[in-house]
């Protein structure tokens, strides 16, 4: 690794310093063990410039790794009550999903729907108006029974438990390049209201297509009469893939903003899939998602180290091309123009006299203080092309 005294770029986080880290859409408390700069040859990836290896706090030491720069912040007030924002906005999704895994099997992942993310029902529960009934029956119950039925239940429950904490982990790292994807994706729909224009120029099924067709040509040039069982597991893995995003996108991949555009768009179009209207920024949301949902199927060691291999395989070809799939403007993002300056280049979307009417950041600002619009002579020509 390049040595941090002979670097020219300035590292802004010291080793040892306690600080909040980006894992996915939210912030975790983190140590940094190493600070170092990188130069072009000191990662496979190619990723230069400041690095930090980090432990999150209250993690397993499997969970420590390298992130860059950018996703790093100083451990102070204004960051954590915006890591409390992004919990509190994340987590209204998950409450409703934490079991949706359980519909999911790699037999079978059809039989999740779309419309529901209600989870299925478990040994134990018991429904709210049945809890009355069910006390009043434990109360005529002799004694003996009674604690013999609940040491039962506790013997089922830490059986269960013990399975499930005794599968395979199965892990999918994202590409760090994808990581900042995935985080520029979030804070777009979240915090600026930008959504996708639907449907996407490259949509998942071209991507998977695409995918397919490359290891297609790549075994088609390197093998000889005898054909290779790598054509129908990469085929394999690619329709599964398709499977899980077609089955889980309505369920546990939409941010609450995009709702009504789910809705809209399955009518307007009732003869796709939605691998079929739906692009890489969606894409990535599912393998973030993948492990937790893998996690219940039944799998040995070699089919799940097998399953890991295909699938980091695909996100380094997501990585490959990611100048095609991912969003290259704002503009083509949610297509919105300034109602003031008429500007598409903006970095962030403010609200207008009406909620059909958005400002950009420098129009909103200024309507925010003044309460009235930026005039003419204060705007950037160079602002109002499209970016």
């Given at each position: 690794?390049?040595?941090?005294?002979?670097?020219?770029?300035?590292?802004?986080?010291?080793?040892?310093?306690?600080?909040?880290?980006?894992?996915?859409?939210?912030?975790?408390?983190?140590?940094?063990?190493?600070?170092?700069?990188?130069?072009?040859?000191?990662?496979?990836?190619?990723?230069?410039?400041?690095?930090?290896?980090?432990?999150?706090?209250?993690?397993?030491?499997?969970?420590?790794?390298?992130?860059?720069e950018e996703r790093v912040v100083k451990h102070n007030e204004a960051n954590l009550m915006r890591q409390k924002q992004?919990?509190?906005?994340?987590?209204?999704?998950?409450?409703?999903?934490?079991?949706?895994?359980?519909?999911?099997?790699?037999?079978?992942?059809?039989?999740?729907?779309?419309?529901?993310?209600?989870?299925?029902?478990?040994?134990?529960?018991?429904?709210?108006?049945?809890?009355?009934?069910?006390?009043?029956?434990?109360?005529?119950?002799?004694?003996?029974?009674?604690?013999?039925?609940?040491?039962?239940?506790?013997?089922?429950?830490?059986?269960?438990?013990?399975?499930?904490?005794?599968?395979?982990?199965?892990?999918?790292?994202?590409?760090?390049s994808l990581k900042v994807k995935l985080i520029d994706d979030w804070e777009n729909v979240t915090r600026n209201n930008?959504?996708?224009?639907?449907?996407?120029?490259?949509?998942?099924?071209?991507?998977?297509?695409?995918?397919?067709?490359?290891?297609?040509?790549?075994?088609?040039?390197?093998?000889?009469?005898?054909?290779?069982?790598?054509?129908?597991?990469?085929?394999?893995?690619?329709?599964?893939?398709?499977?899980?995003?077609?089955?889980?996108?309505?369920?546990?991949?939409?941010?609450?903003?995009?709702?009504?555009?789910?809705?809209?768009?399955?009518?307007?179009?009732?003869?796709?899939?939605?691998?079929?209207?739906?692009?890489?920024?969606?894409?990535?949301?599912?393998?973030?998602?993948?492990?937790?949902?893998?996690?219940?199927?039944?799998?040995?060691?070699?089919?799940?180290?097998?399953?890991?291999?295909?699938?980091?395989?695909?996100?380094?070809?997501?990585?490959?091309?990611?100048?095609?799939?991912?969003?290259?403007?704002?503009?083509?993002?949610?297509?919105?123009?300034?109602?003031?300056?008429?500007?598409?280049?903006?970095?962030?979307?403010?609200?207008?006299?009406?909620?059909?009417?958005?400002?950009?950041?420098?129009?909103?600002?200024?309507?925010?203080?003044?309460?009235?619009?930026?005039?003419?002579?204060?705007?950037?020509?160079?602002?109002?092309?499209?970016?």
């Open positions: 690794m390049a040595d941090t005294e002979t670097s020219d770029q300035k590292l802004n986080f010291e080793q040892n310093e306690l600080v909040l880290c980006f894992h996915g859409p939210l912030l975790y408390e983190a140590k940094i063990l190493k600070a170092e700069n990188w130069g072009p040859e000191d990662s496979e990836s190619g990723d230069i410039g400041p690095h930090y290896y980090v432990h999150y706090k209250g993690w397993k030491k499997t969970w420590d790794e390298w992130v860059p992004l919990k509190d906005t994340y987590s209204s999704k998950k409450k409703k999903t934490v079991r949706i895994g359980h519909k999911l099997s790699v037999e079978d992942p059809t039989k999740s729907n779309d419309n529901s993310a209600s989870p299925p029902s478990h040994q134990g529960d018991v429904d709210i108006e049945d809890k009355d009934e069910a006390e009043s029956q434990e109360d005529q119950l002799p004694k003996e029974n009674y604690e013999r039925g609940k040491k039962r239940k506790k013997i089922n429950d830490e059986e269960e438990e013990e399975e499930f904490m005794n599968r395979l982990e199965i892990k999918i790292p994202l590409p760090e930008a959504l996708l224009k639907l449907p996407r120029k490259y949509t998942v099924a071209d991507i998977l297509n695409e995918y397919l067709e490359s290891k297609h040509n790549l075994i088609a040039s390197t093998a000889t009469n005898q054909k290779s069982d790598k054509d129908d597991i990469h085929s394999e893995v690619v329709q599964g893939i398709k499977i899980y995003f077609d089955k889980t996108l309505g369920n546990i991949l939409l941010y609450a903003d995009e709702r009504q555009q789910y809705v809209n768009i399955r009518k307007q179009y009732l003869d796709k899939e939605n691998s079929e209207i739906y692009g890489a920024e969606h894409l990535l949301r599912l393998f973030v998602e993948l492990p937790r949902l893998l996690a219940h199927t039944t799998m040995d060691q070699a089919a799940t180290e097998t399953l890991e291999e295909h699938l980091v395989d695909f996100l380094k070809f997501i990585q490959k091309n990611e100048d095609r799939y991912f969003a290259e403007t704002e503009y083509e993002r949610h297509g919105w123009v300034c109602a003031n300056c008429k500007t598409s280049n903006t970095p962030g979307w403010r609200a207008g006299e009406t909620s059909d009417k958005k400002l950009c950041n420098a129009c909103g600002l200024y309507f925010s203080k003044y309460k009235s619009h930026r005039p003419e002579h204060l705007w950037n020509n160079l602002r109002n092309k499209p970016a």
